[in-house]
């Protein structure tokens, strides 16, 4: 069970009557991250398993943290700062196949005092081929997972990054 | 970047315009599976990663064919017939743990020639607790990812799992 | 790169002078435990790629510990007791493919006061065939990897499992 | 159960009585690679799952080939030659962490028609340091695991890789 080339028509999925609409925010910039798919993220159909996106997507993010200037390991360290997924969404188009180059292209959709929405889109870096894109909602917690607000460090560049600075 | 205890308030997404609502189908069956969190499983914020839960929908999907009286497996090598993952979706409530004996319950909330669409809940055994639920959406395809239509011999027991038999 | 069905022959490995010949604990219990292979886990040779034999030694060494009558995360919770691992060696004889039940059969080869020495070896369960072997070295130590001594309670069924009780 | 960062003091494995001393090939090349440790790859004891450093040769096997001169995919899909594991080790030393930048040095131990021999270290690459080392040994085969001979034109420049040019 792998994934499909062709597009699904007419059928998707609402949760929730609130809706934050991804599309509206275009002030939120674009970080870039790279990676080449391994043997071991290939399934029996010849492509990469469904699952390995939503660790790729947590190599969009933690890149993004770098080119703002932190990393997840010092939010989580220095200041018990961690970012729980509270739900996570990935429509795939076109599959990965095995020594792609990808590259992710992370975005953040929205942030709020303790909830991050972080949007990607999952590309072959050899022609710019549409392979996935999805969402991501976080929570910031601490180690014993009680939500917190960010730390004012953290914030103000993430409110950057989401062109809300 | 694990998942939060906490649930999410007034913050969903929703994708399209055209929309399936999951709750609406109360006919189709719920099929159980079982396994145990494995330590390879968990990440350093002592909990289950989160991609492993779309690994976890698979395991409910195959042993859901195999209560309807027939393998994934068979359904890939003796007719060409494969369930492409076209768009996966989960809501983190509450976090899995290590040697964790969990239950996935999944139902097929719709089925057409080519499209199935499961629902999942993933709950702790010990005692119930409700610790992720989603959807996927996915496309049925030959071993070169052209769209088909479901084999009848597959058809008629999805629509039977449905409650549209 | 999956794995042969073929064997290797004359070309193997010795590391050290010091030798331990897992054949002559004839006094080993034997403790089984199954699984099915996941779909996540085969690559696109077709067959389960290699490393996760690895994960699968780990359920073994789980499942025996359960069977000796406590688990692992009590070891880690209540007694602060780890295993961590030294050294593993993994021998592939006969690919395991998607959907196969698979048993792993572990022994204890050796234990001392702060050193695990476990043998393993995986069989398709439907016929029995053979389809890797290895072992892992096993240091205890607290959470701070500071090397400790087994807690009684443990040391002794585990030298009844090595069949030196 | 992750692993330690104590030597582990006079026990060791033999496996078998053909030996072949990966030391002695002191003509082999050594080619390096670099990844990032992702979260995924963490387990509950704060450090790497040990079975991802299986994945990590793989990437270090990978990227020789590369700068070899060709690659896996292309032995793959247009000589159907493939490298089939049928034997890995690896010994760890200190626990790789989250984030850490990773260097694998691989070099090719020996080779043979059919055959091929890999070494691994694995470094942080921060300061240096010993993570883990291994090796693997491989088979050629074809799509379907029948034993064959390298084509000539990867023959060539894996035996220069190994010191035998």
Known sequence: MTFLSAPVNGCMISWNTVVMQPENNTHAQTYEAQLRVRYAETDQMGVVYHSNYIVWFEVGRVEMLRQLGFTYRDMEQQDDTHIAV???????????????????????????????????????????????????????????????HLPRKYLAPFLEAAGKG
Chains 1, 2, 3, 4 share one sequence.
């Open 86 to 148: 509270a739900d996570v969404h990935c429509r795939f188009k076109s599959p990965a196949r095995y020594d792609d180059l990808i590259t992710i292209r992370t975005r953040l959709i929205n942030v709020r005092e303790s909830l991050l929405h972080f949007g990607y889109e999952v590309v072959r870096a050899a022609d710019g081929k549409a392979l996935a894109e999805g969402e991501s909602i976080h929570i910031v917690v601490n180690s014993e997972f009680k939500r917190m």
